[in-house]
């Protein structure tokens, strides 16, 4: 008989690397850092002398003392060595929240064999469906102050356009770009025009018409606040292109090509949410493809059979685009209503209060607008194709870590690009040169990652795995210069147990961590 005998102190992580054989680093220490899971599974004075000697008693336990000890990882079947195809990312060995979605009771999809590839539903013109660009009512821009205004104090401005993802972080951006003596001015358009106004032939931004769904450009003061402004007649050549999406997603446009350069800023999730009042708590991808897809394909769908109640954007938008993506559905063929830009659909679902249409409601967002708004909105851990629990893109949904989008069990994610205009490889735009030299440097300063951080995104720096395209394969990752202890310390108030303090390297004496970076020993 097994019997469970107290806990024993933790092994420092120098000296534990054994822990789930051939595992990754961020498995390793999930598994050191869960100090409740050390229950040994049996008294015997000596069961094991490695790992494997323990897999007889199943739900991956290590060997520790001589004493095969829990590791508190799961699911049952998860995927315990390095991780190298698709599924193995989904499905490793993790101390994150599981949450269950059952295809074959909720869809009537029970064999193994998935119905992913299913022909779609066209879906019809919905009224009250918004123009194909990020919207908010606009009277023009006669009443409104100018963007640029040398008599006000203002530093010259450099122009941008793109997802109305971004200017949550732009906000907080806006104090760097003003010491760098740039005043940032930001028309939101969408993620596929972002592109298009660098590396397509149309590259000025212009003032809404009177009565237009577009909004007029803002210019952010050093604190962060914006203010709508007056481009003028002439309108503004655009100096950065912002897109949530590679261009090679947008109609027409491949990579950059001679001329033009691509930079990648932090990391972004795009979620399902639901009203706070929604007891829904999981999606499969074949669900979220018979609802996008298939308008709740007949009842198949349930709760989210009624097309009215999605809450989508348009197939320029980077959520879209991403979204679709990972569901299989052509982002231009959604069923649901563009709400206008991802405030809309915030705003929007946030106040549906009944129970019943609560639960009939589903919408598409970036997850910092989620993570602004948590008290109204519930994002939907989502189940891959292939994969065997339901994930949130953080661990529980208490938590802002992003562990999920950081080891990859969150699969729906990807960088924040920057395009611009370049000779020699340096931008020709003096603004520009300016804005990059801000957001897309190799060592990226304190205030840039709190910025980051504080806008719900995922520093590189900061994660273990990485991709070359829109939801593409992933390889596991070790950035050049590493921030993970001091992003979870950052998000978490402490960092992770296998985090050492440091000052300067000479007092990181783990010779596997020998940088010391931000206050903690790191690999590099």
């Not at 009224?127 to 008599?151: M, Q, R, Y």
């Not at 940032?184 to 298009?196: D, E, K, L």
């Not at 993570?371 to 909105?377: E, F, S, T």
């Not at 020699?424 to 060592?443: E, L, R, Y």
């Amino acid at each position: 008989m097994r019997i469970l005998a107290p806990r024993l102190p933790r092994p420092r992580l120098a000296t534990s690397w054994r822990i789930l054989l051939g595992a990754p680093l961020f498995a390793v220490i999930a598994i050191l850092a869960c100090d409740a899971c050390t229950a040994l599974l049996d008294p015997t004075a000596t069961q094991c002398a490695t790992d494997s000697d323990c897999a007889h008693f199943g739900g991956h336990p290590y060997c520790q003392g001589g004493v095969c000890v829990a590791s508190g990882l799961g699911p049952a079947n998860c995927f315990a060595g390095t991780p190298e195809q698709p599924t193995d990312f989904l499905n490793q060995c993790s101390d994150s929240q599981c949450l269950s979605f059952d295809d074959c009771s909720r869809l009537g999809e029970c064999s193994d064999a998935s119905d992913f590839d299913a022909p779609l539903l066209s879906p019809p013109a919905l009224e009250g469906s918004a123009p194909a660009v990020d919207s908010g009512a606009s009277d023009g821009a006669a009443s409104l102050p100018p963007c640029v205004d040398p008599s006000s104090g203002r530093p010259p401005a450099v122009y941008l356009t793109g997802s109305s993802n971004f200017p949550p972080l732009l906000s907080k951006l806006a104090p760097l770009i003003v010491n760098a003596g740039y005043t940032p001015v930001y028309q939101v358009t969408n993620s596929c025009t972002g592109v298009a106004s660098v590396l397509g032939l149309d590259n000025v931004i212009n003032d809404p018409a009177p009565g237009s769904s577009a909004q007029p450009a803002e210019y952010f003061q050093q604190d962060g606040t914006a203010v709508s402004c007056a481009l003028g007649p002439a309108g503004a050549q655009v100096d950065v292109g912002e897109s949530d999406i590679f261009s090679s997603t947008c109609a027409g446009y491949g990579p950059p090509g001679p001329g033009f350069a691509e930079y990648l800023g932090p990391i972004q999730a795009m979620v399902f949410v639901v009203p706070g009042a929604s007891t829904q708590q999981a999606i499969s991808a074949e669900a979220a493809r018979a609802v996008f897809g298939m308008g709740g394909d007949d009842g198949g769908a349930k709760p989210w059979t009624n097309p009215d109640l999605y809450f989508v954007r348009n197939q320029n938008t980077g959520t879209q685009q991403m979204i679709g993506k990972a569901i299989n559905v052509s982002p231009k063929a959604f069923w649901g209503i563009d709400r206008g830009s991802a405030a809309a659909v915030d705003a929007e679902l946030r106040v549906i209060a009944n129970p019943t249409v609560a639960n009939q409601a589903i919408g598409i967002i970036s997850a910092d607008y989620y993570d602004a708004d948590r008290a109204n909105l519930n994002a939907l851990a989502f189940k891959a194709e292939g994969q065997d629990c339901a994930y949130l893109p953080d661990s529980t949904a208490f938590k802002k870590d992003k562990q999920n989008v950081r080891d990859g069990h969150y699969p729906v994610w990807g960088p924040i690009h920057f395009f611009a205009a370049v000779s020699g490889g340096i931008p020709v735009s003096p603004a520009a040169q300016a804005f990059v030299s801000v957001v897309s440097v190799p060592n990226l300063a304190q205030q840039l990652l709190d910025a980051f951080i504080g806008a719900s995104l995922v520093p590189t720096c900061a994660m273990l795995v990485q991709r070359s395209a829109e939801l593409g394969p992933l390889s596991a990752y070790t950035p050049p210069f590493e921030c993970g202890c001091y992003f979870e310390a950052s998000i978490n108030g402490a960092p992770a147990a296998t985090c050492a303090k440091c000052n300067t390297a000479n007092d990181c004496s783990d010779p596997t961590h020998p940088a010391c970076n931000l206050g903690y020993c790191e690999v590099q």
